[in-house]
T-cell receptor
Framework: DAGVIQSPRHEVTEMGQEVTLRCKPI?????LFWYRQTMMRGLELLIY????????DSGMPEDRFSAKMPNASFSTLKIQPSEPRDSAVYFC???????????FGSGTRLTVV | AQSVTQLDSQVPVFEEAPVELRCNYS??????LFWYVQYPNQGLQLLLK??????LVKGINGFEAEFNKSQTSFHLRKPSVHISDTAEYFC??????????FGTGTRLQVFP
């Protein structure tokens, strides 16, 4: 298995533009998680899905952020409109359940200028 | 509130010395405990985990951790570190849910 695949690896965009981050989880994993990592706030859980259904989105910062999982092999995190304070590394992770731990993707480094 | 505390933001150590990275969590509910490592510009990689059973768990790269229920701790140890162990280490806990709550991380810097 190729692991959790995220794209793009790097994204530079101007303030106000729409940004879409993509994630392909490991086949057979029922859970998918989106995290954001910054120096100031560390690793923050934004949202997670179980069997393609959003379970907890309490970490989503505001309405500008949205996430979807249309099928078991694909998820997106969208920011519209983007702001400079959204600059961070965004990680996607997948899992078979709590006791198995998570497998993380390599992350998307987002820079909003 | 359920939380994970890594008191040491940075730990400098010389090569071949032993190291301990501390992790405490705040809950009496059933927990699963994990340590992850993050090398520069990479994602997080699972080092080891504790689910149940023996309180001493061994992981990859010579690391081990001990679960102490009474002290709600899960400290990570290695008897002799290498330069290549320089990285960020994260403790993480599930508090009877599917969500992993991460600590703020400890930067291990190994000097020659």
């Amino acid at each position: 298995d190729a692991g959790v695949i995220q794209s793009p690896r790097h994204e530079v965009t101007e303030m106000g533009q729409e940004v879409t981050l993509r994630c392909k989880p490991i086949s057979g994993h029922d859970y998918l998680f989106w995290y954001r990592q910054t120096m100031m706030r560390g690793l923050e859980l934004l949202i997670y899905f179980n069997n393609n259904v959003p379970i907890d989105d309490s970490g989503m910062p505001e309405d500008r952020f949205s996430a979807k999982m249309p099928n078991a092999s694909f998820s997106t995190l969208k920011i519209q409109p983007s702001e400079p304070r959204d600059s961070a590394v965004y990680f996607c992770a997948s899992s078979s359940g709590a006791g198995y731990g998570y497998t993380f993707g390599s992350g998307t480094r987002l820079t909003v200028v | 509130a359920q939380s994970v505390t890594q008191l040491d933001s940075q730990v400098p150590v010389f090569e071949e010395a032993p190291v301990e990275l501390r992790c405490n969590y705040s809950s009496s509910v059933s927990v699963y405990l994990f340590w992850y490592v993050q090398y520069p510009n990479q994602g997080l990689q699972l080092l080891l985990k504790y689910l149940s059973g023996s309180t001493l768990v061994k992981g990859i790269n010579g690391f081990e951790a001990e679960f102490n229920k009474s002290q709600t701790s899960f400290h990570l140890r290695k008897p002799s570190v290498h330069i290549s162990d320089t990285a960020e280490y994260f403790c993480a806990v599930t508090f009877n849910t599917d969500k992993l709550i991460f600590g703020t991380g400890t930067r291990l810097q190994v000097f020659p």
